[in-house]
């Protein structure tokens, strides 16, 4: 593992004209306020930028996604009028090495969707406060180190399947919800040279990502996700290319 700083750039929708008071409640600083907190304890944190609905047209641009390890994007309301341009230049950059962490609602993103290569995102939800019980299914995958087998989170949003994924490369947590649904809550996908994790906890109106276990996932799941090389600057594409070595010498 590199022991290079990761770069790490936060898309929070943060919509100015949805802030009912519970979101206040739940997130006075916003929910990049305490996702930045979470990866400010972490020593590998390099350069942390933020981009909400509002400016993501100016912060994200080729130069900051070229500069950036890992992309986390939690999105709700105003999914649909992200800029595409952006869309595309990030979705490129996955393909190329840089790490993607979806969170909840961030399913529905059309980032997420373009690379997930469907625009199907079927789910069940509800918004009852139930409880939800994680479990770890993959005990030795580095997103679950120092999870325990099982936890609660006391309330939150309640997804169930089926969800209208294609099918994750590794399960790494499944959730049950007080209603009685089941839900692959932590996946994850290799797009080209880029690693993705999707975690669906963290509602706008329970203050979920203040929980340790949550925490945890977050962090390490940004580490995973950090590529060995920011190799953005290396187009790999397809080439009429000379031979290594001469046949017959
Ligand atoms: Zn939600």
């Known amino acids: 593992m590199s022991n290079r700083k990761i770069n790490v750039t936060i898309y929070n929708e943060d919509y100015p004209d949805y802030h009912p008071e519970e979101v206040k409640e739940a997130y006075p600083n916003g929910i990049h306020g305490v996702l930045s907190e979470i990866l400010e304890r972490e020593d590998c944190l390099g350069k942390l930028r933020i981009a909400t609905f509002e400016t993501h047209r100016e912060i994200l641009t080729q130069e900051v996604l070229d500069d950036t390890d890992v992309l986390v994007w939690w999105s709700h309301k105003q999914q649909q009028e992200v800029d595409d341009r952006v869309v595309s230049m990030a979705a490129l950059r996955v393909l190329r090495g840089m790490g993607f962490v979806a969170l909840h609602s961030a399913h529905a993103s059309k980032l997420f969707q373009k690379l997930m290569g469907t625009e199907t995102y079927m789910l069940r939800w509800r918004v009852a406060g139930e409880r939800a019980r994680l479990w770890t299914v993959e005990n030795n995958h580095p997103i679950a180190e120092g999870i325990p087998e099982t936890f609660v989170v006391p309330h939150d949003e309640t997804y169930g399947e089926p969800f209208g994924i294609p099918q994750p490369d590794e399960l ?48 390490n799941a940004v580490k995973w996700a950090s590529p060995v090389k920011r190799c953005c600057m290396v187009d790999r594409g397809g080439r009429n290319a000379p031979p290594m070595e001469l046949a017959n010498t």
Do not use: D
């Open 172 to 219: 790494v947590f499944l959730s049950w919800f007080q209603g009685g649904e089941v839900f692959r809550s932590g996946c994850t996908w290799k797009r080209g040279e880029g690693k993705i994790f999707y975690f669906q906890n963290g509602h706008e109106t329970y203050p979920v990502y203040y929980q340790p276990e949550v925490q945890r996932i977050f962090a």
